[in-house]
Every structure is written in C-alpha cells, then in structure tokens.
C-alpha cells in the first residue's frame, strides 16, 4: 500500500457546506474519502480524453476583483484563439462575472484550455460542455466556421 499524506485545503465556507451536504447525500464517510474518489475520478476523465473534434461551451465564473486574473484570462484565451469561435460575457454582481466561450478543436486540447483557465486564483467554476463531432458523423468541414453571422 502506498504512503498516506496528510495536507490541508482551504475554501469558501459555502462550497464546504455544500461540499459535506454532497458527502452526506452520497453516502461518504468523511470528507478524505469524498475528496479521495473525486480526484480518482476527474483523472480517470483526463485519462480517457480522446482525440475526437469536439464542438461546445467552456463556462466559466470568476471574481473579476482578483489581480489580474482578467488579463490572464484574456492571455490564456489568446493562446487558444483558433479553437474559439466567440465568447459571452455578463455580470452576475459586483465582483462575479460568468463567461460563457464557444469552442471547436481536438479535445484533449480544449481539456487543457478549460484546466488552464480553472486553475486561476479567483475561478470559481471552468465547466467544459462538449459533442464530439465525428462520433454524431458531422464533418468538421461542413461547419460554417468562416461564416460567423446569424442568418
């Protein structure tokens, strides 16, 4: 068996609360176990990340009032500028802003947008939303991709 290490993780008072409601509900001994079989799970999901042209929405929620973390969203996106079609932007309050970003391009590499955007202080949420497009037999060619209006 491998070594057990101990470390410590600080949150938002509200997403623990909703955080134990969760363990509760699932039936989780205790918050290690939760914590545990979660990140088993969202690597076993970057694990299997295919290769497929994918089609979809990468959402994000985040503090706009953080240092810099508009500018760094802004450079991130810039380095994934082919793969973006648009984005849309709103505020929810004063200081939290939802982003919703439409993307299109292999998924391993819209995984990799959404875990760079996720990991920035002050993101609250980079929730990706994909279709892999060869598996419903689109062809990414029969997209309208330079066609960008409505009709």
Do not use: W
Not at 11 to 35: P, T, V, Y
Not at 75 to 86: A, E, M, R, S, V
Not at 92 to 116: A, P, Q, S
Request: proline letters at 1%.
């Amino acid at each position: 068996m491998s070594e057990l290490i101990r470390f410590g993780v600080s949150m938002d008072k509200n997403l623990l609360d909703n955080f134990d409601h969760f363990i509760q509900e699932h039936g989780f001994h205790n918050r290690s176990e939760a914590i545990r079989d979660l990140i088993r799970e969202k690597l076993a999901l970057e694990k299997g990340v295919s290769t497929h042209m994918v089609i979809g929405t990468v959402t994000i929620v985040y503090n706009h009032h953080i240092r810099n973390l508009t500018e760094r969203l802004t450079d991130i996106q810039h380095n994934y500028q082919k793969n973006i079609l648009f984005s849309n932007h709103i505020h929810i309050t004063h200081e939290y802003c939802m982003e919703v970003i439409v993307v299109v391009g292999e998924e391993r590499k819209l995984r990799e947008f959404t875990n760079k955007i996720g990991g920035q202080k002050g993101v609250m949420m980079a929730l990706p939303s994909f279709l892999a497009l060869e598996l419903e037999g689109i062809d990414l060619k029969d997209l309208e991709m330079g066609d960008r209006h409505h009709h």
